[in-house]
């Protein structure tokens, strides 16, 4: 083994009287431990809750939205266009319209209002297209009501609601609600009173629990049919929402089913539609990345300072080596070999340290406020990559560190390193 490896590996376990080197060492393998160990934690929550944010997203939400830019009539025409069109897995007809929700029972002496958002849905169709009826708890029999109608022998249509709007409204399963909204109505109206509001009762058989906040406390489903006839559209539809066998690429899906309809008809994709989320989470990564450059210079001054100390410290060992030949090379590459090891160290350290930190995360589980951060709980994703890429980047900055020490170093003149020791 080449001598600059020896008194540099030694240097790492010095003797007793240099108790002051092994205190420096530790604190520089320290800072680097906490220097790679912090942007892995970061940047496996920031994953974890991407992941989680996309896949309530589209889990809940079609991936694809084909609307018509006048009435949409052809309903049946255009379901078998789309399954023409690549990458088209299913599709499902539904109604929107936005709407109040009412309730005066549980106990309560007042009337409560909620906005809400009404869906009429097919449910077989639905449950191909997104994950919503999957997620409707207890489990989805239908919006059959037969055998909630027998509480008080009254028949009403079923609905799900978003579970944090039910927790709102202090709702249970069977409870009889009231939705209203106004009914299809032409285009252009000059006169507010032509304008035609529908009350209807609905009995509540299930609630959604996606997780993704936005929806639980606004999204409310009832039948097709029973949308239709309740909100004024006959047979016609608001529009498809189609599933596509890559998210990825719902905008290219997108612009294949807009060639294929033609001009009447127009898409929306879910990439687009939620852009603001996804852009608030790159900005909080660059903004992140700015933050672990701080952290990283940080670890990068003190490994400085330590090889500083330590080569003031050796000012005599150095002097000897070069009084017996030692070349500037190789006294430089003692101290590079140094401090290059105190970063494989903290590294290695501070992947471990990350790697618990994670586990403890995902096991414990932290509660979120879902009206603030959208999802109710703080998710975790390490990913291989994340920590080879900040592992190899705290190596490569520790190399870089010692180089002006090391240079130091290798500039002592033997004479003047011995004359006083």
Not at 131 to 143: H, K, N, T
Not at 155 to 174: A, C, N, Q, T
Not at 261 to 272: A, D, E
Request: net charge negative.
């Amino acid at each position: 083994m080449h001598y600059s490896w020896k008194v540099g590996l030694r240097y790492l376990r010095p003797k007793h009287r240099h108790f002051l080197i092994s205190v420096l060492t530790t604190i520089a393998v320290v800072g680097v431990m906490f220097a790679v160990a912090a942007p892995e934690v970061t940047l496996s929550v920031m994953n974890g809750f991407e992941r989680e944010v996309r896949q309530r997203i589209v889990n809940t939400n079609y991936h694809v939205f084909v609307l018509a830019r006048s009435e949409f009539e052809e309903v049946n025409v255009v379901l078998e266009n789309l399954h023409d069109v690549p990458g088209v897995e299913s599709a499902s007809p539904f109604v929107r319209r936005e709407g109040v929700l009412s309730f005066s029972g549980g106990g309560s002496v007042t009337q409560r209002f909620r906005g809400c958002i009404i869906y009429g849905v097919d449910a077989e169709k639905e449950a191909q297209t997104t994950r919503v009826i999957q997620a409707v708890r207890p489990e989805f029999l239908g919006f059959d009501t037969d055998l909630l109608d027998e509480v008080d022998g009254r028949h009403y249509p079923g609905i799900v609601l978003g579970v944090e709007l039910g927790r709102e409204m202090f709702l249970s399963l069977g409870d009889v609600v009231t939705v209203a909204s106004h009914r299809d109505a032409p285009e252009r109206v000059e006169d507010l009173d032509e304008i035609e509001f529908a009350p209807r009762n609905f009995r509540v058989v299930g609630f959604l629990n996606s997780g993704f906040y936005e929806f639980d406390s606004q999204l409310v489903f009832v039948d097709l049919r029973e949308a239709q006839d309740f909100l004024g559209f006959e047979e016609r539809v608001t529009g498809i929402g189609v599933r596509v066998d890559n998210i990825g690429k719902a905008d290219l899906v997108a612009a294949e089913i807009d060639a294929k309809l033609g001009p009447r008809y127009y898409t929306n994709h879910w990439k687009y539609m939620f852009r603001n989320i996804f852009t608030w989470m790159e900005t909080e990564r660059k903004l992140m990345r700015l933050l672990f450059g701080l952290i990283t210079a940080i670890a990068m001054v003190t490994v400085v300072g330590m090889l500083t100390m330590i080569v003031l410290e050796k000012r005599k060992a150095i002097g000897i080596l070069k009084g017996m030949g030692a070349s500037n090379a190789g006294v430089m590459a003692i101290f590079m070999i140094h401090g290059t090891v105190i970063g494989g160290l903290g590294a290695l350290f501070g992947n471990v340290l990350g790697w618990a930190v994670c586990q403890a995360v995902d096991r414990i589980g932290i509660e979120l406020p879902g009206d603030v951060y959208i999802i109710d709980s703080l998710p975790v994703q390490m990913q291989s990559l994340d920590f080879v890429t900040v592992s190899a980047a705290a190596l490569v900055i520790c190399f870089v560190a010692t180089l002006y020490p090391s240079w130091e170093a290798a500039r002592l003149d033997p004479v003047e390193s011995i004359r006083y020791e």
